[in-house]
Every structure is written in C-alpha cells, then in structure tokens.
C-alpha cells in the first residue's frame, strides 16, 4: 500500500485543483459553492468530496487488489 497519498479536489469543469477561498486552511460547508481559480466556475463543495471520496475508495481497491496479486502470485488455481 502507498502510505501518505493525498487526493485532492478538483474542478468538475476543469480539473484544476486550485480554488478561491477567503482564506487559507478555509473549510467550505458542505453547501457552499467555491470558484475555481482556473475557469472561474461555481462547484458545490459537498459534490468535489463526493467525487474525492468515490477516487480515493477506487485507489484503494487498486492498490489493494495489485498487493494480493503481488502476495499470491504463486498460488495456482484450476
């Protein structure tokens, strides 16, 4: 397993990872809408974690499936 991977938020429009918040360290409320520093677009926080959440269980179950390859790769069956 990867220890340390960070997934970050991206722009639903642009993928850009870069957004306009009031200041740094700033937490959005699930509600609310950030600007993308990129395209300018309007993202609902709660959907960007969505999304995050949904890419971070499918690295997961890749990084996971490829070490019980690794592990068993010597175990045949018929």
Do not use: W
């Not at 699930?30 to 959440?53: Q, R, S, V």
């Amino acid at each position: 397993m990867v220890k340390g991977t960070q997934i970050a938020l991206k722009c639903i429009f642009c993928g850009s990872t870069k957004f306009e918040l009031p200041e740094e360290n700033y937490e959005p409320k699930e509600d609310e809408n950030i600007k993308c520093d990129n395209c300018g677009k309007l993202n609902i926080h709660a959907d960007l974690k969505e999304i995050c959440i949904n890419e971070g269980r499918a690295f997961i179950e890749s990084e996971l499936k490829k070490n019980i390859e690794k592990k068993y790769k010597h175990i045949k069956f018929k």
